[in-house]
């Protein structure tokens, strides 16, 4: 969430008190940001050429979607 831009590292420590009740503190988010950051860019590296980002097929896994009522 934090690599992302979205959230800073106190609001991802709420985020998993408020959702999951995991209580950890926002210096220790930080700190697997900074251990974790280069792992995970290199296995993101990886997985790019394998994605086809011009395909035009669309894959939903048990979505259901409701439209004013009616599925």
């Known amino acids: 969430m934090f690599c ?3 959230y800073s590292f106190r609001n991802i420590a709420l985020i998993l008190l408020t959702v999951v009740n995991v209580q950890v503190s926002h210096t220790a988010i930080s700190n697997w ?4 950051a280069p792992m995970l860019q290199n296995i993101s ?17 048990e979505t259901v979607v ?6």
């Open 4 to 6: 992302l831009g979205k």
């Open 33 to 36: 940001c900074t251990k974790f």
């Open 45 to 61: 590296l990886q997985l790019i050429p394998v994605l086809n980002f011009n395909s035009d097929e669309w894959h939903a896994d």
């Open 66 to 71: 409701i439209i004013q009522g009616p599925k």
